[in-house]
């Protein structure tokens, strides 16, 4: 395959979101049926028997497993509870393709296709480390993390989309310089590998159109409902951000049906999905309250927002509350 004319992706997972990235993959494919794909997927502690299962979608796909040793040195006890130390897997990707690939689309798992992608091509990363999508569309929200990391380029990026220039980040010697951020344990991250890419990218990037990494945190209720039934409105790539991922049964809506029309076609088709009520926050009380009112459920409106008062109580009291 002829690196330059392929268009390069990457992914980075344990074995517990592969299936999202079998997800993700059909996605990219049904929408690129006339480009020349390859995938690059990273894998941390997962089975042979499952990653075999990845190879079965295509021809396009290539494994790479990763030593444990590379990703143990991260400590992720103050990081966000969904994320796990998987993600800093794409840190040493670039090294890891140094001299095979040259421009790279690195995605995080938990992402749909929805549009040919062949417009990267024009997107001209030749002076830049990469290319990058804004974190939110409010200006407030930017300005907060760039006061909060004392950023210098007046921007604040979301890591889940990069488009890597793989000689420029190896040369400026990207991995090291943000791992010595991230094992420095006395200077604690609100988004760990994110904070420390935007403090070593800065002024070394390319903000891109959001469509290419739109947050599905952005809509509101009503707007998750009816956003896909706008042609005009779809970007390439939806990144489903946040803890309540449309692949847990609870989260019923177009986004979920999205999502298991693409895992049919995977080898996890037949597996149920999972659901969310072990992994729940704080605020996720709240959001359930509010949307079982919404829609009529009024016991267990309360229900939830009893939850969340208590819990609320617990978290200001510091006191166990029975």
């Known amino acids: ?58 021809n396009n796909i290539t494994i790479y497993s990763i030593p444990a040793e590379y990703i143990e040195k991260y400590d992720n ?51 830049v480390i990469c290319a990058v999508g804004p974190d939110s569309k409010k200006s407030e929200h930017i300005q907060k993390n760039i006061k909060r990391l004392n950023l210098t380029n007046n921007t604040y990026f979301n890591s889940g989309f990069l488009y890597i220039n793989i000689k420029k980040w190896n040369d400026f010697n990207t991995e090291n310089k943000v791992n010595e951020i991230l094992l420095n344990k006395n ?5 760990p590998d994110q904070d420390a ?45 946040g803890a309540r991922k449309p692949w847990y049964c609870e989260h019923i809506g ?26 729940m926050r704080i605020n996720d009380y709240r959001i359930y309250a509010k949307e079982f009112l919404k829609n009529g459920n009024i016991l267990k409106a309360i229900r939830y927002s009893l939850f969340y008062i208590k819990l609320k109580l617990k978290l200001f009291m510091g006191i166990r509350i029975k």
Do not use: G
């Not at 177009?254 to 992994?279: D, R």
């Open 187 to 191: 200077k604690q991250l609100l988004y």
């Open 254 to 279: 177009v986004a979920q049906n999205l999502y298991l029309f693409y895992k049919h076609f995977t080898p996890w088709m037949m597996t149920p999905l999972e659901s969310y009520e072990s992994k």
């Open 1 to 58: 395959m002829n690196k330059n004319n392929a268009i390069n992706i990457a992914f980075c997972s344990d074995n517990n979101y592969l299936k999202y990235i079998a997800i993700a993959i059909q996605s990219i494919n049904f929408n690129n049926r006339n480009n020349l794909l390859q995938f690059h997927v990273f894998l941390y502690d997962v089975p042979k028997e499952e990653s075999d299962k990845l190879l079965t979608l295509s």
């Open 77 to 127: 006890d103050y990081s966000i509870k969904h994320l796990n130390r998987s993600i800093y897997i794409r840190l040493l990707v670039p090294r890891l393709l140094k001299n095979k690939v040259d421009k790279l689309i690195y995605l995080d798992a938990d992402i749909l296709c929805f549009r040919d992608i062949s417009d990267i091509k024009s997107i001209n990363i030749d002076d």
């Open 197 to 241: 890419l935007n403090i070593v990218l800065q002024n070394h990037i390319l903000m891109i159109d959001a469509e290419w990494n739109y947050l599905f945190t952005w809509l509101n209720s009503k707007q998750k409902q009816e956003f896909f039934l706008k042609r005009s409105h779809i970007p390439y790539f939806m990144h489903f951000t």
